[in-house]
């Protein structure tokens, strides 16, 4: 872009942290590197995007340009668990470019000369350039740093010189997708009806009973079924198994947990540690070199938390002195040793209410002031700030009941923070406080507190020594040597007493098998081309375990037959038969009383005081929207019929309902639908897209 060259000549620079940001927003994703397997010309096709042939040399360089990118913002080489995510950032990125460059040019949207400098030097910066180009100082965005680089860049190395064109074109896209998605978001629109229905619905509360009949309470061998009902369901049911290429298998697993000697070992170390941590010098440093933590050394404010293992432990902490160790969840070891206590720039929490006036006449400022003190009047009355506040806030606080945290003075608007630190007591303030945002009722929450805590932190790791290791990658090597087809692999695991786990219709694109992580090569090995039904494979290493695996079967993309998927549509038609025979003993009985006992061992009746309309599950029972819908369409007294839910039969009984009172003003409910309207569109259309461009992956081949 010529135009940038012009830009360069007056301002600049910091090259390495700009892509991550940008990359985050037009794909949503992270980033890895590439297969390093040698492919003949037939068979180097890794996918097709709108009927183009995506090879595995492009989509290479694409992974390659952001892996380029992570190791300029992180100033490291990706590790393997991030290169998965890189590589499906490049991916998404080859969607995107060939699914959008099509809407854009239709709908005539471009980015002009004037955009360009205005990203770069003007009132806009884009916010991947503000993030990362922070005076140390300040904690501010540092324009002379982009000078200095700008104009240093025709002099700059040919790879920053790429680098930054890269990063020219990120800018290009990124200004066009925005463009893009701020017309879908503002095509949707909410109606004041639609929003008093939403506030109805998360205001109307329900008294209710709840029968509730799980499947377990009619045994298996009472219900009886054929091929043919199988069929039927799968038949009626096609579109909840249709899926991608998908594999079967069986494996076994060898532990590589730590053992006795490897946990007396890291205690041993940990003791010690602890012991040179009392004395040492200088805290962070020694904290820093010896720790596993990801935080070895913090200061810790006035209103945030201490270490919960600490505080878990420990009372009273005083200065100077050390605590531990101590085992955590995790299963690490972890000591502390407080280093110092001072006193620093106070900090108070509070919670407000916001009325916003942003882009309003003094007239309209004037009736909003005016709803703004009838609300505090309410809340000074009845103390309920947090409703008032869910019920009136205008931002995102709302949600949280107008919750702002702990805040220092420097931290908010002059007004606000000079009104909240006013405060003598915790409490509702007594006057309205206009802002440039709007009119704020603040409640001080928790009085300033000045107490800053510096906490050195030495955790260790209980991990498999290299002997554990060892010794379970010898059984398992030796279980893969003898098990040469599916039947050995089944006799030697009963004859040494391993236990054979099942993994059905795996996707070809998954990285873990049930609850094991990051399996990504068992999963390549089983959906590799020269992989045939009953081969074993070789042992693979995983982060807890070795595993051997046995391939039970593998099909192609499309419509599944019985066969594939036999275990879940049986217990499908299991339940549905078992509701039927539920609801039949159920049936002419008069209270739930008489329900619960048909089954007395395995039904149950909650009692449900606050039900939502708004709801989809009910506390104690589970995913229940049919049931909480017929509840509520009944009158104060009534019975609903059983209800089959998926995960049982449910009897709802109406003991009372409370309406949601009328409140004068539902702009909240409003903007809040059009806001979650526009940002399902946004993600809606994006995936429209891509079904209409045929998006077909074959990446699971080589990655």
Do not use: C
């Not at 995506?54 to 393997?80: C, D, H, W």
């Not at 709302?398 to 923070?417: I, M, P, S, Y």
């Amino acid at each position: 872009m010529a135009l940038i060259k012009q830009i360069r000549q007056r301002t600049g620079l910091m090259i390495g942290v700009i892509a991550g940001g940008l990359i985050l927003f037009l794909l949503g994703g992270d980033l890895l590197s590439p297969n390093s397997s040698l492919l003949g010309a037939s068979q180097n096709i890794v996918g097709e995007i709108a009927g183009e042939d995506i090879t595995y040399e492009e989509y290479i360089k694409r992974v390659e340009e952001f892996k380029l990118a992570n190791q300029q913002r992180t100033g490291r080489v990706p590790s393997e668990v991030e290169m998965y995510s890189i590589r499906e950032q490049a991916w998404q990125a080859m969607i995107v470019e060939r699914v959008f460059r099509e809407e854009y040019e239709k709908l005539g949207l471009t980015i002009s000369d004037a955009e360009l400098v205005d990203m770069v030097q003007g009132k806009n910066i884009v916010p991947e350039l503000r993030q990362q180009l922070v005076n140390p100082q300040t904690g501010q965005f540092d324009k002379s740093q982009l000078v200095a680089f700008l104009q240093s860049l025709e002099t700059a190395d040919p790879a920053q010189q790429a680098y930054w064109n890269q990063q020219e074109q990120l800018f290009a896209d990124s200004r066009l997708r925005i463009k893009y998605d701020n017309m879908l978001a503002t095509s949707e629109f909410a109606t004041q009806a639609e929003a008093k229905e939403e506030y109805k619905a998360a205001n109307t509360i329900a008294d209710a009973s709840i029968l509730f009949v799980p499947f377990y309470a009619v045994a298996d061998d009472e219900v009886t079924f054929s091929d043919s009902d199988l069929q039927t369901y799968l038949t009626k049911n096609i579109s909840k198994f249709k899926s991608g290429n998908s594999a079967s298998i069986e494996y076994v697993t060898f532990s590589i947990q730590p053992s006795g000697i490897d946990s007396a070992e890291v205690i041993s170390q940990i003791q010690a540690l602890t012991e040179e941590l009392k004395t040492a010098e200088n805290d962070s440093l020694f904290a820093l070199r010896n720790s596993d933590g990801q935080a070895p050394f913090v200061t810790v404010r006035p209103g945030d938390v201490l270490p919960a293992n600490l505080t878990n432990n420990v009372t009273d902490i005083e200065a100077g002195q050390t605590y531990g160790p101590f085992i955590t969840a995790n299963s690490t070891y972890v000591s502390y040793k407080i280093s110092d206590q001072f006193e620093g720039t106070p900090r108070l929490r509070a919670s407000h209410i916001l009325f916003s006036t942003e882009g309003m006449d003094d007239a309209a400022k004037a009736a909003v002031k005016a709803q703004a003190e009838t609300v505090l009047a309410e809340v000074k009355a009845d103390g309920n700030f947090e409703v008032a506040a869910r019920q009136y806030g205008q931002d995102g606080t709302a949600q949280t009941g107008g919750d702002l945290g702990w805040f220092a003075k420097a931290d908010f608007v002059t007004e606000f923070a000079d009104a909240a630190y006013a405060a003598k007591a915790p409490g509702i303030l007594a006057n309205l406080v206009e802002t440039e945002y709007g009119y704020h009722i603040i409640k001080v929450t928790e009085m300033p507190k000045t107490t800053y805590t510096k906490v050195a932190t030495v955790e260790l790791e209980l991990v498999a020594s290299d002997a554990t290791r060892n010794e379970a990658f010898r059984n398992a090597d030796s279980f893969a040597a003898n098990a040469g087809n599916r039947n050995e692999f089944t006799e030697n695991a009963t004859t040494d007493n391993y236990r054979i786990l099942q993994a059905n219709n795996i996707d070809a694109g998954a990285r873990n098998i049930n609850n094991l992580q990051n399996a990504r090569e068992v999963i390549r090995w089983a959906f590799a081309d020269e992989t045939s039904t009953g081969e074993v494979s070789p042992v693979y290493e995983l982060d807890n375990a070795y595993v051997v695996a046995s391939l039970v079967s593998k099909r192609d993309e499309g419509d599944v037959e019985l066969a594939d998927v036999r275990a879940q549509v049986e217990a499908q038609v299991k339940n549905e038969k078992k509701a039927e025979i539920i609801k039949s003993k159920l049936a002419g009985k008069a209270s739930l009383e008489d329900m619960k006992a048909v089954y007395p061992d395995a039904a149950s009746v909650n009692e449900i005081p606050d039900l939502k309309l708004s709801a989809n599950v009910i506390p104690g029972v589970g995913f229940a929207p049919r049931a909480i819908g017929a509840l509520f369409g009944l009158n104060q007294g009534e019975l609903t019929q059983p209800i089959r839910e998926d995960v049982g039969v449910i009897v709802g009984k109406l003991n009372a309902l409370t309406p949601a009172a009328e409140i004068g003003d539902y702009s909240g409910y409003q903007g809040q639908l059009t806001q979650n309207a526009s940002q399902r569109t946004t993600y809606s259309v994006m995936m429209a897209l891509q079904d209409l461009a045929g998006v077909k992956d074959y990446r699971y081949k080589f990655f």
